[in-house]
């Protein structure tokens, strides 16, 4: 199988020659460590570490402007504020919408915008039709929680002021359709929403606030993708299995990263919702990948493989991604287990 082919069998539920790997994200730091250089532009430094070490998936994020309101402080299009941490990581401090005159006035970004899919258009120049991209997305929960300003206060506003948060919802989702579109007339092969709806205790919301808020949201960006032919992976960090069935009823194709510190056991999941959905994780990232030993992380990814790849539906990825912590040795433990275990059929 090409690679491209192996990652959509495996995320449509079906079983291809070997269980394939896709990251979310693979930080600079590990990129740098393992070509043995820091590239210069960090996507062509993704695209060299993708075709190094075989990975048969990649991940498009779309391309935003950003105005600097100072020196630790960014704007983006939609007007929402961000922090700047020490490893350039944006921390989103403050929004433009705190009422419905606000979001009246709302202009948002135009999904459309030539540079929009930038990495995307590079991505497909160079592999072609050889890896399996996704683009990433949000649904109906993170980038409105940003426009208000913070999760506090829209929470607060499904009780206080629904119609406001509805209507926050209602912009975003038409921009993300509109992106989804886009990106699957440039050749995307399916789509990862990153909206973390859980914490490692548990959900953010109740299941009845999600099916009144963001399930119908969810719904209609899962549809968009079918629509336009993607597969749709639903991405939530932190403990989310009293959302799953409500996931499951939007149409999701697959769910990642079921993370094992919140819980998140990928061979509870494969025996309940294996046949309904693939799985796509679930090495351990917040203490395995970055303090075990490498023999540790090839333990693992065995566990793992004899969890949840057998029957097909299995894409073997990290817990969430290869983040700057990650030690390089472990990641490339990782893929050399994948190798060795991987291959079907899978006992």
């Not at 403050?94 to 006035?105: N, R, W």
């Not at 697959?254 to 819980?263: M, N």
Request: negative net charge; aromatic residues 8%; charged residues 30%.
């Amino acid at each position: 199988m090409r690679d491209k082919e192996r990652v959509l069998t495996a995320l449509s539920g079906g079983e291809p020659d070997r269980v394939p790997t896709w990251e979310l994200i693979i930080n600079e730091p590990v990129i740098g460590a393992i070509l043995g250089k820091q590239p210069r532009n960090k996507l062509k430094g993704y695209i060299e570490l993708v075709e190094k070490l075989g990975i048969e998936g990649l991940t498009a994020v779309e391309s935003i402007n950003y105005r600097k309101v100072d020196e630790n402080l960014l704007e983006d299009e939609w007007g929402i504020r961000y922090k700047v941490g020490e490893r350039g990581e944006k921390f989103p401090i403050a929004g433009p919408v705190e009422d419905m005159a606000d979001l009246k006035e709302l202009t948002p970004p135009d999904p459309e915008a030539d540079y929009r899919w930038s990495e995307l258009r590079e991505m497909k120049q160079y592999f072609g039709d050889d890896k399996a991209i996704a683009v990433c997305i949000h649904d109906a929960f993170e980038y409105p929680w940003f426009l208000r300003g913070g999760m506090d206060d829209f929470l607060l506003d499904t009780y206080r002021n629904p119609e406001l948060v509805k209507g926050i919802i209602e912009t975003v989702l038409e921009y993300n359709v509109a992106l989804i579109e886009e990106a699957a007339a440039l050749g995307a092969d399916f789509v990862c929403s990153g909206d973390d709806y859980a914490y490692k205790s548990g959900p953010l919301i109740s299941p009845e606030q999600f099916a009144e808020f963001f399930q119908p949201g969810l719904r209609r960006v899962v549809q968009a993708a079918h629509e336009n032919g993607l597969l749709f992976l639903k991405h939530s960090d932190g403990d989310v299995r009293p959302l799953l069935d409500r996931f499951l009823e939007a149409g999701i194709d697959a769910l990642c990263p079921l993370e094992p510190a919140a819980g998140m056991d990928i061979g509870e999941i494969k025996r309940k919702y294996g046949k309904r959905i693939a799985l796509v994780g679930n090495v351990d990232c917040t203490d395995l990948l970055i303090n075990g030993t490498e023999l540790e992380v090839k333990n693992s990814v065995k566990q793992c493989i004899s969890s949840a790849s057998p029957g097909g539906g299995h894409v073997l990825s990290s817990s969430n991604s290869i983040h700057h912590d990650v030690d390089p040795d472990n990641y490339l433990a990782m893929l050399s287990a994948l190798r060795q275990f991987g291959e079907y059929p899978i006992e």
